[in-house]
Antibody, heavy 116, light 107 residues
Framework: EVQLVESGGGLGQPGGSLRLSCAAS????????MNWVRQTPEKGLEWVAYINRGGDNIYYADSVKGRFTISRDNAKNSLYLQMNSLRAEDTAIYYC?????????WGQGTLVTVSS | SYELTQPPSVSVSPGQTASLTCSGDKLGDKFVCWYHQRPGQSPVLLIY???KRPSGIPTRFSGSNSGDTATLTISETQALDEGVYYC??????????FGGGTKVTVL
């Protein structure tokens, strides 16, 4: 059974940083494309970032480009999202999800709140 | 930017058929997928590539896509089908785009 467990959410300061992690199990992580998707009541679901199997092909939503960095460690079956220069509008539940172009499996999400 | 439009809410009686729409410019030229999200839970993929079902998804769920509208059909609707349904598409120009979601109530 595919399991994705996010962690690292919490309260972040405007202009500050947070690092999210996603621990994967139940499937061959190293052969799976991965994504971060976020959700707010106001804006709904928003794709944030994509990384391919080898980590050498990466895409970002315009809203986070230049501030967020997606990465992965296939040896540790883990996905990461480094979030810098945080803004209030980054407040959301962040999900890691498998897939390319659509998302087969999702984690339970981790809540990020950006506030002073 | 590309937009997908979904009606905010739909009500359906148990055992009846619900048709959920998702509209976008020339949407039929793109692939569409659908997700179901229950309160407090993560989204679950129901349909991908317009009409394909992942393993474990009941045949009661079916999809179509033509012109400017994609449709998710839920047959023999059950109480456990309540929740919010999201459509989603992608292409090289738009990246990934989600619809705003339709809340389904089974009365």
């Amino acid at each position: 059974e595919v399991q994705l467990v996010e962690s690292g959410g919490g309260l972040g300061q405007p202009g500050g940083s947070l690092r999210l992690s996603c621990a994967a199990s139940g499937f061959i992580f190293s052969t799976s494309e991965m994504n971060w998707v976020r959700q707010t009541p106001e804006k709904g679901l928003e794709w944030v970032a994509y990384i391919n199997r080898g980590g050498d092909n990466i895409y970002y939503a315009d809203s986070v480009k230049g501030r967020f960095t997606i990465s992965r460690d296939n040896a540790k079956n883990s996905l990461y999202l480094q979030m810098n220069s945080l803004r209030a509008e980054d407040t959301a539940i962040y999900y890691c999800a498998t897939g390319t172009n659509y998302f087969d499996s999702w984690g339970q999400g981790t809540l990020v709140t950006v506030s002073s | 930017s590309y937009e997908l439009t979904q009606p905010p809410s739909v009500s359906v009686s148990p055992g009846q058929t619900a048709s959920l729409t998702c509209s976008g410019d020339k949407l039929g030229d793109k692939f569409v997928c659908w997700y179901h999200q229950r309160p407090g839970q993560s989204p679950v993929l129901l349909i991908y590539q317009d009409q394909k079902r992942p393993s474990g998804i009941p045949t009661r769920f079916s999809g179509s896509n033509s012109g400017d509208t994609a449709t998710l059909t839920i047959s023999e609707t059950q109480a456990l089908d309540e929740g919010v349904y999201y459509c989603q598409t992608w292409d090289s120009a738009t990246d990934v785009v989600f619809g705003g979601g339709t809340k389904v109530t089974v009365l």
